[in-house]
């Protein structure tokens, strides 16, 4: 079977809404380690790691193994409504490592799923469902998740069963808190936040739900502190904070743990996913027992926490933990973003590189004026393809480059991909000139 043949069945069957990357789509057949081989026989670099979900990458033994030894024993499945040996000792993990008190932890299968149950925990603990939610934020494909995602692409339906004010994201490249000096704008962003509750709710708000960096966002963030200024406030009003930490979650920022850390507060709520599992299908959610716990209604998720997916995720964590990968993070994203710094310094179609860790973005625009450019940042998007290394793409207007390597990532292959993503930016940005 060639690979048109496969584009053809897959536009035949599945929806038009179903993004494919790259002007010719490939198939990836096997990987190892950073690696990943198409179905052409291509090798490529990985610098994406499914979405920022192989967080170790490919072909891991421990993670392979652990799996096999649940395989072995008959039980795929059971559903929470019996005791599962690999969740319990999972979610002891999890609980440890939140850093929130007295924690409790429901498993899901998704992102959307983990966001969904906080925002029920959240509407049920404090009978409301006014929320606040921050621009420019993605936090999901369900019908509350979508509710509160302020990213315009991302949210196909003015239909919401959730009541949301917005807060501005601290997009240091545009919008009103960009106009400020960096200082000023966690005090601009709190009295933002004091305004909101004062003109658009009636003062029975649910939570706020943020990330620490917005992922399909294009990794923007505010700066350290933010949410400690906002939880601040929140506190005032006995409103919870809900920290999304799909993304931000597992060490990958380098600096902290979880990405919350990086404000010095703690959150009522935690989410997580993507990279607790490397693939298989894993998250959930962390809270106080008391605000987990007010949940009225009977509830369980089929799939959430199976043996399988437990069996991986304890696997994967246990794995982190003892290669102290948030510090390998750190080190090799350090190469990556001063690299980029460096190496772009001189281009005015840069407009910036943010991010922490390995969750690094760059943002191209026009020169002048510095409007968007999608155009630009698609051909370096597949020019990055064409020599050999997979990326992201995303942003609220679709020119942000997207890196999320596995957190595995050595230094040598830091240099590798910097040295192929430097050759895509510097060619895209000559050929946009006249």
Not at 5 to 32: C, F, K, N
Not at 346 to 360: F, P
Request: proline letters at 4%; a negative charge.
């Amino acid at each position: 079977m060639t690979a048109d043949d496969l584009l053809a069945r897959h536009r035949a069957v599945l929806p038009s809404w179903m993004t494919l990357y790259y002007a010719e789509p490939i198939e990836l057949v096997s990987g190892q380690g950073r690696r990943v081989t198409d179905a052409r026989g291509r090798t490529y670099l990985d610098f994406f790691g499914g979405v920022l979900t192989n967080s170790l990458g490919y072909d891991i033994a421990e993670v392979r193994e652990a799996v096999q030894r649940q395989l072995a024993t008959g039980i795929v499945h059971t559903s929470t409504l019996y005791l599962i040996r690999q969740q319990v000792e999972l979610a002891e993990k999890v609980a440890r490592l939140s850093g929130i008190p007295d924690a409790r932890v429901f498993f899901t299968n998704s992102g959307s799923e983990a966001n969904e149950a906080a925002l029920l925990v959240a509407t049920n603990h404090r009978r409301s469902h006014q929320i606040l939610a921050v621009r420019n934020s993605y936090h999901g494909r369900t019908y509350a998740t979508m509710g509160a995602t302020g990213n315009r692409t991302w949210s196909p339906t003015s239909i919401n069963p959730l009541q949301v004010a917005w807060l501005h994201s601290g997009d240091r490249l545009r919008g009103l808190l960009a106009r400020l000096p960096e200082a000023d704008r966690v005090d601009a962003a709190a009295e933002d936040l004091r305004e909101v509750l004062a003109t658009q709710t009636s003062g029975d708000v649910a939570c706020l739900i943020a990330e620490p960096i917005q992922g399909v966002g294009g990794f923007v963030h505010g700066p350290d502190g933010l949410f400690a200024a906002w939880k601040k406030i929140l506190d005032e009003h006995g409103i919870l904070l809900i920290s999304d930490e799909v993304q931000t979650g597992w060490g990958r920022t380098g600096e902290h743990f979880w990405g919350y850390q990086a404000h010095g507060v703690t959150p009522d709520l935690l989410t997580f996913a993507k990279g607790i599992g490397n693939g298989f299908a894993l998250a959930g959610v962390v809270g106080r027992a008391e605000v987990l716990d007010s949940v009225s209604g009977i509830s369980f998720s089929t799939f959430g926490g199976n043996p399988i997916s437990t069996a991986a995720g304890n696997a994967v964590l246990d794995y982190l933990l003892a290669h102290d990968l948030q510090a390998n993070a750190g080190r090799v994203g350090r190469i990556l973003g001063d690299g980029l710094r460096a190496a772009v310094a001189d281009l005015d179609r840069v407009g910036e590189v943010r991010g922490k860790g390995l969750m690094l973005g760059v943002e191209f625009v026009h020169p002048g004026t510095g409007a968007p450019d999608p155009a630009l940042t698609t051909r370096i998007f597949e020019a990055c393809r064409e020599g050999g290394l997979l990326t992201g793409k995303g942003g609220l207007y679709g020119n942000v480059l997207r890196m999320g390597p596995p957190l595995t990532l050595t230094e040598e292959e830091a240099r590798e991909g910097l040295a192929i993503l430097v050759d895509a930016i510097r060619s895209g940005v000559a050929a946009a000139h006249p």
